[in-house]
């Protein structure tokens, strides 16, 4: 029995629009997370040349301001501004430059990843033969976007090309010439705009809204993909962030569905939330949590040095990559991250 039969999470599901769910931490966090600078000078000489082309100079300035420290404290200035705001302002300098690639979701490396039943069957089915998993391997995610059209509601609304690449690789595995087990690609044309209203003490930050494609890039027995239109919606209070997540699943003809199933493993929608605590980020996201045929992951990032973060990641479920959708998985991962949630 999954560990998500005996979870229950009133969050929403994270994901995020630049490392993942899209809220920043509280000024501690901030601190190790994000460029830190001691003048106003100092920001505007670094960034004036990456910000976007129409951005003037009292919006950079105002992006600048939120990554300003205060010599005697060494933290960042407080600021009258939301834990996703922190974010959203370094963004905004860098998102229009094309020799800038902006952080999407996560991007991590866990050199040791642990999986408790590898899922040999569908390799052994497409060669005839055993074949030996490693439990140990390397679990990875590289997630980018690049800006490619900006207020497109009057004076807010971006869209982004973006691009997922999640790998788990049995780098350790000699006996079989250490190949990637699997890797999803998920490419996905993505709307984004930014919101102030408030639900129960909450404020709605940022609603998204994309084209999504997402495949292991193979054949036969197996390939598996599928594409959906997929929502997002992300909150914040305090150090809290939570997103709730529901998609489309585009139907396609029988002959062409490989995994015609995979909605009740995946569902319909994601649930979520992460906290900041000290500069510590605790996460949850789960799928079908009231279901015995979900999944639930439990991620912890911690400080190591400015630019990089440990990171703890359980999973307990289905659907730990596409060729597991259908099969019940148990994994423990360490590592570290290099954009985190926020």
Request: charged residues 20%; negative net charge.
């Amino acid at each position: 029995m999954v560990l998500q039969k005996h979870f229950w999470v009133a969050s929403f599901a994270l994901v995020a629009s630049g490392g993942a769910m899209g809220a920043a931490p509280d000024a501690q966090a901030n601190k190790t997370l994000m460029p830190r600078y001691q003048s106003m000078e100092a920001c505007l000489k670094e960034n004036v040349l990456r910000a976007a082309p129409d951005m003037t100079i009292a919006q950079l300035r105002q992006s600048c301001q939120a990554l300003l420290v205060d010599t005697t404290t060494n933290t960042l200035h407080e600021q009258d501004i939301g834990v996703l705001d922190t974010r959203l302002r370094v963004e905004s300098i860098s998102s229009a430059n094309r020799f800038v690639l902006t952080p999407h979701n996560r991007n991590y490396i866990l050199p040791a990843s642990y999986t408790r039943h590898p899922n040999a069957a569908p390799f052994e089915e497409a060669q005839g033969k055993p074949i030996d998993l490693q439990n140990t391997e390397i679990d990875f995610q590289i997630s980018l976007k690049v800006l490619i059209a900006q207020d497109l509601l009057h004076d807010n609304g971006n869209l982004y090309i973006a691009y997922t690449n999640h790998s788990f690789w049995q780098a350790y595995n000699a006996d079989i010439s250490r190949p990637f087990r699997e890797t999803n690609h998920e490419p996905e044309l993505l709307f984004s705009a930014t919101s102030d209203w408030e639900f129960l003490g909450f404020r709605n930050v940022v609603n998204q809204i994309g084209l999504v494609h997402q495949s292991n890039g193979q054949s036969g027995t197996l390939s598996r993909s599928w594409n959906r239109i997929r929502a997002r919606s992300i909150f914040e209070r305090g150090n809290l962030a939570l997103a709730f997540s529901p998609w489309y699943r585009l139907p396609e003809d029988a002959e062409d569905d490989d995994n015609p199933d995979i909605e009740e493993y995946l569902g319909h929608y994601e649930l979520g939330g992460a906290y900041s605590y000290k500069n510590h980020i605790f996460d949850v996201i789960t799928r079908r949590p009231f279901s015995n045929k979900g999944s639930v992951e439990l991620g912890w990032s911690f400080p190591i040095r400015p630019t990089v973060r440990g990171y703890l990641k359980y999973f307990n479920g289905y659907g730990a990559s596409l060729i597991d959708y259908n099969v019940e998985t148990e994994s423990l991962g360490l590592g570290v991250v290099f954009s985190d949630l926020f």
